[in-house]
């Protein structure tokens, strides 16, 4: 019996061709549709007016804004309740803390569409399912992608060398300076982590605000949908998906993300 | 010197001052234990720090040694005890209330701060009181902040002694690790600590590096003229940079005293053997200075009552090699190792391996004799951790030991068991079992031993033969006057050495174990 022996060249071989088949062809289709445009004779043509139609529609740029409003908003607050329970998590000793992280966990587990219809029935019944469109909506992002913001807080936080807040406690520092000087700042690879986590898909996951807000708020993804399905301009909707895709390369690279990773409070990146 | 600091652990000598006046004292540690998950880390230790030594926690891994250091620096509290600083409970003070910095292990040097940032952290959160006139003329004064410039300075200075000017505005990863060690130390003294602590400071760096940083460490401690409390496991370490050394073993103490004093005069085997290589053998004392260990009798300087067993311990570099008929001894050299600047010659004497250091050589096979002389011989009381009797089971199940008779729990023999009316031993199995008679072995602790003024009260009776002082309690023998068995007992209370007392033992103390089935192991 002879041993398979793959090289390293050999084991690239499936993930380049699934690179190649689900991102790159699909990016290069995305950026062929978003500069074309159909003539009158139905021929395809280089054109830059959908780009321009975009950013000349009040419409569309409303649903941007509306979009960015509504994802920072849930970001925020997903971050204002997951940092002090993955801080407090953390740093106790608690032995079964693992078991209170789960629970927060999850919802993770249970299906998406099943969690949002469930969160429908809850709102309709405490009366909010009808009159509160935005604040539906954000209950519902911040439900959905609360654990994506407590995950890499809560990673980032336990693996956190004790000795830096020893260290500044050692200095001088009170409880306060310790964290406000080295337990913060030394937690933003975690920070950004979940921000970019929960961000993005707020300002895309349309399933929960057409189904909290019964349909009456449009966000970006929505936007997407449409020109893809009932509109049946693919050229629109790539334009769409690139604008999206710039801005939330924007947003990684005014948060920092993209860059090295060189303190010790590694394990952020757990996406 | 070496004798002041011998008296560290004994309590004020009786009659007379102490040497050593109370506001030297910097640190003082009294009967702390630090218990973690039920094992204790440090155990009842008790020990003082002189202003503007340099003092050393000296042990192996594990050995509470960083535990008591973190108990200075205000990281752990202590379970029970209590830390002086000059005199003022600090226990419960938090480390930022205390005027100690520490250089940490691996530096925990802030990553998301430059090197001037680093420094400065310490300075930027300091207040410091700041004397004014106001108009009236009156002076009043306000707790403030260093100002920038003031800051500047110090920090300039800071990394001006660690040698490393202009790095102000370089990023912790672009330095190498012995450039970090600097940093971490800068951070530290620049806020004019009292004491600086040092937590294995060098133990990431090379070889060379660390004996660089042995030296400079060692300046450094003269020109700044702080106390400096270092931790390591490195014996060397201590040995070259500490005025005073504490060996730390199993969270107890097992010797203060000056590099000097600890390796010629190790207090037990376990020093000997931690402070250098030595040859360590099982001796008995034969007459007045007189020591047999490897079928010899050789003289020596320490004097211990005859046929006392006891630890002998000898350094490699004190045996010397003669020819073979010669020597005080006779063996086989059966390695040689060449060490750079000696030989490491290990020689057979009978059953027993002899480790020899010498800068000749000898060749595998070789019958070479060996001569020690009498300095060369350290000889340490043996350390005991528990009284061992051999004894047999009554009629009335007790057990006969040590000159007495106590009670005790016989049913521990055979798990499960009980006895019954008659006085029978019934084991789990259901089966009978008359002990009378049966030899067991007799273990007590140290501490399960009472003694009392009132003779009779007890199992066993003698008289209190050595009283010895051991940092927070006594251990006092007690030995019988029939055959001289000694009860080893550690108790707080002060007993007159002559005193007749009654050794009292609760049965539950009282550990037995079969003879026999220990030979039919």
Known sequence: ?271 | MAEMKKAKLSPEPKGETSPLKKEEKIIEIVGVSKIFDDTAAVDNVSLYVRKGEFITFLGPSGCGKTTTLRMIAGFDIPTSGKILLNGKDITDLPPNKRPVNTVFQRYALFPHYNIYDNVAFGLKLKKIPVTYVNDKGETYTKMQKLTRKEIDEKVKNALAVVDLEGFEKRSVSTLSGGQQQRVAIARAIVNEPEILLLDEPLGALDLKMRKEMQIELKEMHKKLGITFIYVTHDQEEALTMSDTIVVMKDGQIQQIGTPTSIYNEPANAFVANFIGDSNLFNGTMVGAKLVRFCNHNFKCLDDFEKNEKVDVVVRPEDIKMTNADEGMLKGQVISVVFKGVHYEITVKVGKTEVVIQNTESRNVGDTIGLDILPDGIHIMKKAFTENKYDGYITKKNTVVFGDGEFECDVTQLYPGSHLDEEGYLITAEGEQLDLTDTDVKVEVGFQSIEISDNAEEGGAQGHIVSIIYKGDHYQVIVRTEENEEDYVLDTEDLWNENDFVGVKIAPENIRLTLKQEIKQK
């Open chain 1, 1 to 271: 019996m002879t041993k398979l022996h793959f090289s390293r060249k050999q084991l690239c071989i499936p993930y380049a061709l699934f690179l190649l088949l689900f991102v790159v062809i699909p990016m290069l289709m995305i950026l062929f549709y978003a500069f074309t445009g159909e003539g009158a004779d139905g021929s395809l043509t280089f054109t830059f007016s959908n780009f321009a139609k975009f950013f000349t529609s009040t419409a569309k740029l409303s649903t941007l804004l509306m979009s960015f409003t509504i994802a920072i908003i849930s970001t925020a607050i997903c971050l204002l309740i997951a940092y002090p329970l993955a801080y407090v998590l953390a740093r106790s000793n608690w032995k079964k803390k693992n078991v209170l992280l789960m629970i927060f966990i999850m919802p993770m587990w249970i299906n998406f569409v099943l969690r949002i219809t469930a969160l429908r029935e809850l709102l309709d019944l405490i009366g909010l399912l009808g009159t509160q469109n935005y604040l539906n909506t954000i209950i519902g992002m911040v439900y959905d992608f609360l654990p994506f913001m407590i995950l890499p807080l809560y990673t980032t936080l336990e693996k956190l060398d004790k000795s830096y807040l020893e260290a500044a406690a050692d200095l001088g520092g009170n409880k306060f300076t310790v964290f406000t000087r080295v337990t913060f700042p030394l937690s933003m690879p975690g920070v950004i982590s979940g921000i970019t986590m929960v961000f993005m898909p707020s300002m895309t996951n349309y399933v929960v605000s057409d189904t909290l807000s019964n349909f009456n708020i449009t966000i970006l993804g929505k936007l997407i949908d449409e020109y893809f399905t009932t509109y049946d301009n693919w050229h629109m909707g790539s334009m769409i998906s690139i604008i999206l895709l710039v801005i939330i390369f924007l947003t990684l690279l005014a948060t920092g993300g993209f860059k090295e990773d060189k303190n010790n409070a590694r394990g952020a990146n757990l996406w």
